[in-house]
């Protein structure tokens, strides 16, 4: 459309108004990025004397920011794979299901989405204990002595990757299986039909027809279940307490609680790397957001 | 295709939804049960209830309605909702969104400046907060308000509620933004087009058109912001862990220090179902107002 010319006190307004909101929320940012490149920052935001990247490369020499990063990459990274495998083929069922559990779950799906994480702490804690002591008697007898503490760091549920990665998927499964579902049901069974005439398998299908379709919807599902994996505060916090599992959320809180010793430069260049992918992922998913306001609630 | 096929295919469906459905009965819908359960025992950490566990019955629920930290819990989370989702979300995002609806060379960066903070993780968020509001002369915020002879103050202990509000703003304003954007284009151009023909001014239209037919975006909007922000607890809890004395000690983090600081799970969960009944509520509410067609 043609835009009808603006008088100069609306434009004065407008823009004005776009500025101050904008500085608003810039702000905050100017400090983490300055305090990263100065070699001598502080808690204030102000002017450095001189730049380096000096920061940025002793995050992966010398300091836990490296531990930190795999830890996330690890754990994130596989509770992304999870919710991409599970949702995949679960949405695949639920878009061609006319299965009476249908309606129930999908409802379920939403109301799971309106349940605040603190509201379940306390059961999970408890759920995660018994799991990680049915795992411990598995592992004791198999692993042996020494070897007992590093296996259960990989399969214990307290204070090992894979009970967090089953339950920071399971946290993103109903938006996923929700985005999935409602992908899948602008995907023409056509397509299918066509490749069973052929007398194609369920692998074959899977293979040479779903997935290719599915990769938009799986791209959708997968970046917005690695933003909320990646961010979150409260899991790591309760399930993880070995200083060798921590991740980068943990990693820098309780770093930034030591108040006298910080080393602010370093602190600010491990919340840069940590922000960097979250924003990327964002960046990618920002045109997926309004339609998984739909039925998936927040993404 | 014949009966067989259709078998197979009725078994198939079942079995690819089975992993989804053991995993969110096992971490979430067990446990809401669960906490309903120990919500009604006196179960804790520490002493002799973290031994064996008594049946209280509702003792821990009329704690609650007797305990002044869970109704000012509550009302720092009712405050924190209406002021920061409710209000300054709402129409920061509103404006930005009617704002940027004029096609200028900035617009795409204005864009993605406002939603920035949405991208950011929580903890750093708070970090990045921690500096802004510091205390003493050098701290950013300090700074600003020097500009217009304000002195420095020591924001988090003397405003925290407003604050941790401000920093909320802050961080949703992207969010209602693209909804709202969402909404507004839906809303027809011709609609504004009669109206200027009949002279309306932008005060009238915003009121008689863009307001009205925004309802049904507001409206989930509102429902959607509520839950999520009654859901926050790492963007507060890394910025000031609750205090200073209990003063942004959101239902969350409530519930959280009830629970590991205070090592009373019975309790905390008699909370937690408190505020896992409001949110499913709206959670229906919402259900309903889609009208979701599955």
Known sequence: MAQVRETTTAAVTRYGLLLLISIYCIMPFLWLLVAALDPNAGLFLKIPDSVSFNSFFRVFFEEDGMLWLTNSLIVCGGATVLVLVLAGFGGYALSRTRAWWKRPFLYGIILIRVIPPTALIVPLYKIMLTCNQAIAGVVRPIAGPEYYRQVMRIFGFIDGYFGLILLL??????????????????????????????????????????????????????????????????????????PELRMLPIGIYSAFLRANQIDYGLLAAIAVIYTAPAIIAFALARRFLVQTFGGGLKG | MSAKFERAEIWRNRFLILPSMLLLATFVIYPACFAVYTSLTNESLTGPAALNPRFVGLDNYTKLFTDGNFWRSLAITFWF??????????????????????????????????????????????????????????????????????????????????????????????????????????????????????????????????????????????????????????????????????????????????????????????????????????????????????
């Open chain 2, 81 to 294: 909702v209406l002021f920061s989702a409710i209000i300054g979300q709402l129409v920061l995002g509103l404006a930005s969104a009617m704002l940027l609806r004029r096609r200028f060379a900035l617009r795409p960066l204005v864009n993605a400046v406002i939603l920035m903070p949405n991208a950011v993780p929580e903890v750093v968020a708070a970090m990045m907060w921690a500096s802004m509001l510091a205390s003493g002369e050098y701290g950013t915020l300090n700074n600003i308000v020097a500009w217009f002879g304000v002195e420095p103050q020591r924001w988090l202990t003397s405003f925290p509620l407003t604050m941790i509000i401000v920093v909320n703003i802050w961080r949703g304003i992207g969010f209602a933004m693209i909804l709202m954007t969402s909404g507004l284009s839906s809303i027809s151009e011709e609609l504004y087009e009669a109206a200027r023909m009949d002279g309306a001014n932008p005060r009238q239209v915003f009121r008689r058109i863009t307001l009205p037919l925004l309802v049904p975006t507001l409206f989930l909007y509102l429902l959607v912001s509520t839950v999520s922000t009654i859901a926050i607890f790492g963007l507060v809890f890394a910025l000031t862990r609750g205090g200073p004395a209990g003063a942004t000690e959101l239902i969350g983090i409530y519930i959280y220090n009830q629970s590991f600081n205070a090592y009373q799970l019975g309790y905390g969960s008699a909370v937690a179902v408190v505020v896992l009944t409001f949110s499913l509520f709206i959670g229906m509410l919402y259900v309903r107002a889609l009208k979701v067609d599955v």
């Open chain 1, 169 to 242: 998927a399971t946290m993103q499964l109903p938006l996923a299986l929700w985005i999935m579902k409602t992908f899948f049901d602008t995907v023409s069974r056509e397509y299918e039909e066509a490749a069973i005439m052929d007398g194609a398998t369920f692998n074959q299908r899977l293979r040479r027809v779903l997935v290719p379709l599915a990769m938009p919807g799986l791209a959708a599902a997968g970046l917005f279940a690695f933003i909320a994996a990646w961010g979150d505060f409260l899991f790591p916090l309760t399930f993880i307490s070995s």
